[in-house]
């Protein structure tokens, strides 16, 4: 969930119980040479793994954070089942503008 004010984003929290905002960050993501020394100062989550959403975090506090809408919908294909629904909303999509 992204949380934008005045046309900028102000926090990014990984798959919140009650969103504040109806924003998803896709995952696509474009960063210069110093994500890798953000990297560096990132601490494992309780998942254990270094999350991208610490990374994002912190260009927003450095101010360096910029994004954009997409339009059109979105689903997450983590899993079997929501990659299957997702296909099938592709599938049905393209059928109807065939």
């Known amino acids: 969930m992204a949380l934008v004010r005045n046309n900028r984003v102000v926090e990014i929290q990984e798959k919140p119980k009650r969103p504040k905002s109806n924003l998803s960050v896709t995952g696509i993501y474009m960063y210069d040479a110093q994500v890798f020394d953000i990297a ?6 309780r998942r254990g793994e270094l999350e991208i959403t610490d990374v994002n975090n912190r260009y927003i506090e450095m101010g360096q954070m910029t994004y954009d809408l997409l339009p059109g919908w979105w689903t997450d294909c ?4 929501s990659l299957l629904r997702a296909s ?3 599938a049905k999509d393209t059928l109807r503008n065939a």
């Open 40 to 45: 560096r100062t990132l601490k494992p989550s």
């Open 78 to 81: 983590g899993t079997f089942e």
């Open 88 to 90: 099938n909303w592709v």
